[in-house]
């Protein structure tokens, strides 16, 4: 059993983490919000802290002396790093670097995880099939440049400082609790609020040619904890299913779920300025190294989503 400092606890993946680090791995769980959120999970005490405040992350890890340290503060939505590429900047690049920075302050060398994102490797994958970690990354939005950013800073600061870093490319994850501003959560949320009489019987879509790579999230924590134990420092891994699915054939499942004769309209305000035929995971590094495999059926994990929003909109 060890100490484990969850950055950005109150995000949809922070309480996924939260449970399988302290329910399936033992461990004594601490989490970090910003003070605007309220947040007040059972498996993990919680800090409010600022990541732009370099000298508050310093006083906290020394209060605490995590372990192992998950780096989950971030801005990570596409469509909003395209409306605020400042604030994305900010907290996903300056945040990131400043818990870099705070690390090298202390007088022992916990290991963190650093997400990052299958939206790093840009159109790689459309003449590739599945993207590995050897290949270069092309980011095509905001987001993922700063991403791309955070994997190069984990790099040099692990071989330049002897930081015990690990970076973690993840492919799009879904499950109860996320957000409207990602594409599943937003399929199911329509759905919802049209059975619920709350809107009319149209669903608004973007872009349904693409192919992405989703994966549960809790199959996704249980990743991160896998290597924060398995994992070999310096080095990163891709996490996701390894399987591209069509975004129509996913909103199919959904439409399929609802007893509604749902009409399906596209808004341009849902397509992105640039967007990437096709990400597929390559995880057979995951797998090897951590003995990681998938444990949730997704068509289970879309009813999960729906039946979320079912709950909220009725």
């Not at 983490?17 to 005490?45: P, W």
């Not at 508050?56 to 020394?62: A, G, P, R």
Request: glycine content about 8%; charged content about 25%; some cysteine.
């Amino acid at each position: 059993m060890g100490k484990a400092l969850v950055l950005g606890a109150a995000g949809f993946v922070g309480g996924y983490l939260i449970d399988c680090l302290k329910n399936e791995f033992g461990m004594e769980v601490y989490g970090t919000k910003i003070s605007s959120q309220v947040y007040a999970h059972e498996g993990a005490r919680i800090f409010d802290l600022d990541i732009l405040d370099k000298e508050k992350i310093v006083s906290l890890f020394k209060e605490i002396r995590p372990d192992c340290i998950f780096h989950l503060a971030a801005q990570s939505s596409v469509s909003i790093s395209w409306k605020n590429p400042q604030l994305t900047v900010d907290i996903n690049i300056k945040g990131a670097l400043n818990v870099l920075e705070a690390l090298r302050e202390l007088d022992y060398r916990p290991r963190i995880i650093l997400v990052g994102s299958g939206e790093e490797y840009g159109p790689s994958g459309a003449d590739l099939g599945k993207i590995g970690e050897e290949t270069l990354p092309k980011p095509v939005n905001i987001y993922a440049a700063t991403k791309a950013t955070q994997n190069m800073f984990g790099s040099i600061y692990s071989k330049a400082y002897g930081l015990d870093v690990i970076s973690v490319r993840a492919f799009n994850h879904i499950g109860p609790g996320q957000a409207a501003t990602f594409v599943i959560s937003d399929f199911c949320k329509q759905v919802a609020e049209i059975e619920a009489g709350k809107k009319e019987s149209v669903i608004y879509v973007g872009n349904l040619s693409a192919y992405r790579d989703f994966t549960d999230v809790r199959d996704v924590v249980r990743a991160y904890a896998l290597l924060s134990q398995s994992g070999r420092t310096g080095e990163t891994y891709n996490v996701g299913s390894g399987h591209a699915m069509q975004v129509r054939s996913l909103l199919d499942k959904i439409l399929s779920l609802s007893d509604r004769r749902i009409e399906v309209r596209v808004d341009e305000n849902k397509m992105r300025p640039v967007d990437v035929p096709k990400i597929e995971a390559d995880i057979s590094k995951l797998c090897r190294e951590t003995g990681w495999e998938i444990q949730h059926c997704i068509d289970d994990t879309i009813k999960d989503v729906l039946d979320w929003w079912r709950k909220i909109c009725k």
